[in-house]
């Protein structure tokens, strides 16, 4: 199979560099309108490449849309694509329909991962997620990405949609509330390492038990004296302290019967 990519970060670095390890599967084009990025992924994966859409080549079979969710409305607007082709993006807040006035053959490609550059991935347990316009179309794309991992998966869109935001507070929210709390450490003179092994423990503990069996914590003990004193410790962070008090809100009404 031919494949071009539009769009040359994170997302489409590793998945044009694994595709590209598939017998049968050439990277024809990586167009970006960073021409520096899109030069540099198709060196690895010796593939043309551009900064302009308009010098898109339609030498294809399947052309991947790893761009921003804002990028792809605006690139797919315009865009005029032989119908036997087959189109799909990457995102998880775009319906597979964004396609359906270009192409009857479209659908997407949905890795669940966080992706950096510098940092190489191990596929075969990465969920990939698969919708499809239709069965052909699915059984074309399932043959290619059942290569790649042994966790594929074919949902709808709003099944796609819902994950998304699952995976926003599982990822990013989780990230962010790590950051104030490597940032209290650091202001305090505190070694940020010395929390690892707890962050450790809390996801293990959340994928082991489930993470409503594994919540501890004042809130959920309906602790306010501790709660109080944590409040008042944020009293110069206001962000920071809204933040404290809407979380420990949930957990609390959430565990309330565990107490009574």
């Given at each position: 199979?031919?494949?071009?990519?539009?769009?040359?970060?994170?997302?489409?670095?590793?998945?044009?560099?694994?595709?590209?390890?598939?017998?049968g599967?050439?990277?024809q084009?990586?167009?970006?309108?960073?021409?520096?990025?899109?030069?540099?992924?198709?060196?690895?994966?010796?593939?043309d490449?551009?900064?302009?859409?308009?010098?898109?080549?339609?030498n294809?079979?399947?052309?991947?849309?790893?761009?921003?969710?804002?990028a792809?409305?605006?690139?797919?607007?315009?865009?005029?694509?032989?119908?036997?082709?087959?189109l799909?993006?990457?995102?998880?807040?775009?319906?597979?329909?964004?396609?359906e006035?270009?192409?009857?053959?479209?659908?997407?490609?949905?890795?669940?991962?966080?992706?950096?550059?510098?940092?190489?991935?191990?596929?075969?347990?990465i969920?990939?997620l698969?919708?499809?316009?239709?069965?052909?179309?699915?059984?074309?794309?399932?043959?290619?990405?059942?290569?790649?991992?042994?966790?594929?998966?074919?949902?709808t869109?709003?099944?796609?949609?819902?994950?998304?935001?699952?995976?926003?507070?599982?990822?990013?929210?989780?990230?962010?509330a790590?950051?104030?709390?490597?940032?209290?450490?650091?202001?305090?003179?505190?070694d940020?390492n010395?929390?690892?092994?707890?962050?450790?423990?809390?996801?293990?503990?959340?994928?082991?038990?489930?993470?409503?069996?594994?919540?501890?914590?004042?809130?959920?003990?309906?602790?306010?004296?501790?709660?109080?004193?944590?409040?008042?410790?944020?009293?110069?962070?206001?962000?920071?302290k809204e933040?404290?008090?809407?979380?420990?809100?949930?957990?609390?009404?959430?565990y309330?019967?565990?107490?009574s």
């Amino acid at each position: 199979m031919k494949i071009s990519f539009i769009g040359s970060g994170n997302v489409a670095t590793h998945l044009a560099i694994a595709l590209n390890k598939i017998s049968g599967v050439s990277i024809q084009q990586v167009i970006s309108k960073d021409k520096s990025h899109a030069k540099n992924l198709a060196m690895q994966v010796k593939a043309d490449y551009s900064d302009e859409l308009s010098r898109l080549k339609t030498n294809f079979d399947l052309l991947v849309f790893a761009v921003s969710d804002d990028a792809l409305v605006d690139i797919v607007k315009d865009l005029e694509i032989p119908d036997n082709r087959i189109l799909v993006h990457t995102a998880g807040s775009v319906p597979s329909t964004i396609f359906e006035n270009i192409t009857r053959k479209f659908g997407v490609i949905y890795p669940l991962q966080t992706f950096s550059k510098n940092k190489s991935v191990d596929w075969k347990d990465i969920p990939i997620l698969l919708t499809a316009s239709d069965e052909t179309t699915e059984k074309r794309l399932t043959q290619i990405t059942k290569q790649l991992s042994r966790n594929n998966h074919i949902i709808t869109d709003e099944q796609r949609f819902a994950l998304h935001v699952a995976a926003v507070f599982a990822c990013n929210f989780a990230n962010a509330a790590m950051t104030v709390s490597q940032q209290i450490c650091e202001e305090n003179n505190l070694d940020f390492n010395i929390l690892h092994p707890l962050i450790h423990e809390t996801f293990e503990k959340a994928m082991r038990n489930g993470p409503k069996h594994s919540q501890t914590g004042p809130a959920k003990r309906g602790d306010q004296t501790v709660m109080d004193k944590h409040l008042e410790f944020l009293s110069n962070k206001p962000v920071e302290k809204e933040m404290y008090k809407l979380v420990s809100r949930f957990i609390a009404d959430r565990y309330e019967n565990d107490r009574s």
